[in-house]
């Protein structure tokens, strides 16, 4: 299922309580951030895109707005972890949530690694 760049945005401010329009920083600087995790998360996509056999990605998309421009990633990256990788880029500058920061970033790549199969062709203790 595609995700827009605004859902990801949303599940990003639902972790931190805020809203599109709550922070001129946070509306600022999200596409850029998420441009950044883009690119993070590329390899992992493009492990998903082999192992089902779809054609893999040359580079991450270029992210300009907060808007309706269609994601069509694997869920797992989009709703899981991007989210997760966007709400700790923007929580860099807030002292008092340092430690909710590592902890949402190791949660994005958490997500990474499990939604990436480790060794393609391999499922389930099966090789195929």
Known sequence: MATTVRKIFDLAAAILFTSKGGDTDYD????????????EALPYENAIRAA?????????????????TVIDWDDRI????????????LMIDE??????MVL????????LEEAAPAVLGYVDGEEE
């Open 78 to 89: 989009t709703r899981g972890a991007l989210p997760h990788g966007l709400a700790s880029a």
């Open 104 to 111: 949402e970033r190791n949660y994005f790549v958490e997500a």
């Open 95 to 100: 002292e008092d949530k340092q430690a909710q």
């Open 28 to 39: 600022q600087y999200s596409p850029l951030l998420l441009e950044r995790l883009l690119t």
């Open 52 to 68: 089902s056999g779809r054609e893999e990605l040359t580079s991450a998309p270029e992210i300009n707005a907060i808007d309706d």
